[in-house]
Every structure is written in C-alpha cells, then in structure tokens.
C-alpha cells in the first residue's frame, strides 16, 4: 500500500541548531514530494517540491531537502533554526502522473527554544 | 491577489446536522481540492474539483459531499453529523490540471466542532 511516514511526531531544538525532519514514502515509482509548513490556526504553505532532476531542492525560509531514492526518503533541512519556525511540518506526495490526490505524512510539531 | 477564502471560519453544530462549508480559490484557479485534518488521523483527502467535474474522491463515506460551480468556488456539504466529523477542513487551490505537479495553496480551513 501506498504511504507516508514521518517518524518524529515531536522534536525540540534550540534556537541557532540545525534541524532534520524525515520523511519516508512507500510508492511503486518515485511519486511527486512536497514539504508544507502549517503554523498554528493556520493553513498549509508549501516549502518546497521535488518532480525531478537534482535531488537536493531549495526552499523558501531557507530550507532545503534530499531526495534520496536508494532510502525512499525526502528529509527537510534547515542549518539554522529561528524561534519563528515553530510550527507543524508535513510531508505529502503525489502519485507522478496523478491528480491532486495528496496523501499527508502525520507531521512532525517543531518546538524552538531560546 | 487575494488567497483562498473559506466561510465561515467556525461552526458549531449539533449531531443529525447537516453542515455546508463554502471555498473562494485564488483568481484564476480551476482546481479546488478538500482535506479533513483530526488530531487523530492527520490530514486525510476528501475530494477535488475541476470545472465543476470531481476528478478525485477520498475514503470517506458518502455523508460527505461537494460542488464547484462555475465561478470556480466549491462548497462541501456533510450530512447527519457525526460527533467524529469534528475537524478542520481546509480547501486548496491550484491553476493547472497537469497531474499533481501544481502548488496548492491552502486556506485557513473551517473549524466544525460537533456536539
């Protein structure tokens, strides 16, 4: 069956650390992979997304992420957080080809302290 | 441009209810898609809209219903609440048809709370 997981349902780090959210997929084919941010009372706002091409994507707010099709992962990655990231963070995929038929990792809570 | 809008921000109803919850995509956006999001099961598909066609349909049972007209904004409909459809539902928007490589923009959801 298809799915999304993400393992940390909760991580803490302080302000300034570096930060690694994981994100493992169980497709048939390399599915289109996307990061949202979702902060409290809030909508979802995308990060970055991978199709294809180089396996290593910018995003907004300076993160990035791997795509790594050997681990079937798409982990996010910030060299330094600010308190401002606090949020909840959710992988989601797409099937390639597929209409907007996301499926949601269950998102990692991201607390920052000072 | 303005974002996606959902109305009203906040219901709640009581069970045997029914319920509507209406979505303004972005200008110019033809795909409206809607999520469930629970403490319990994360963020689940409902359904998406295309031109007034439903092109994609979640796991949920039939209570849960939708439409777009031909403006583009959606409405979701569920009937005989039940105390589990407490949630936030978010609606999201996007531009293209071009298999799921588009950005969906969310907006800020519908708190339902069930009682």
């Known amino acids: 069956a298809q799915s999304v997981t993400q393992p940390d349902i909760h991580i803490t780090v302080s302000e300034g650390a570096s930060l690694e959210l994981r994100c493992n997929y169980s497709y048939g084919a390399t599915p289109y992979l996307f990061w949202y941010v979702q902060s409290p009372g809030q909508g979802l706002q995308l990060l970055l997304k991978?199709?294809?091409?180089?396996?290593l994507v910018q995003g907004i707010k300076g993160f990035e992420a791997e795509f790594k099709r050997s681990q079937s992962s798409f982990n996010l990655r910030k060299p330094s957080v600010h308190w401002s990231d606090a949020a909840e963070y959710f992988c989601a995929v797409v099937p390639s080809g597929g209409y907007q038929k996301v499926t949601f990792g269950t998102g990692t809570k991201l607390q920052v302290i000072p | 441009k303005a974002g996606v809008t959902q109305t009203p921000r906040y219901l709640i109803k009581t069970r045997g209810q029914q319920v509507t919850l209406s979505c303004s995509p972005i200008?110019?956006?033809?795909?409206v898609s809607w999520y469930q999001q629970t403490p319990g099961q994360g963020l689940q598909f409902l359904f998406e809209y295309f031109s007034e066609t439903q092109r994609n349909k979640g796991n949920f049972p039939g209570r849960f219903s939708g439409r777009q007209f031909s403006n583009s904004r959606s409405e979701m409909n569920v009937s005989t609440l039940e105390l589990g459809d407490s949630a936030l539902y978010l609606c999201?928007?996007?531009?293209?048809?071009?298999?799921?490589?588009?950005?969906?923009?969310f907006g800020p959801g519908t708190r339902l709370t069930v009682l």
């Open positions: 991978y199709f294809s091409g180089d396996t």
């Open positions: 999201a928007s996007s531009s293209k048809t071009s298999g799921g490589r588009d950005e969906q923009f």
């Open positions: 200008s110019g956006h033809r795909s």
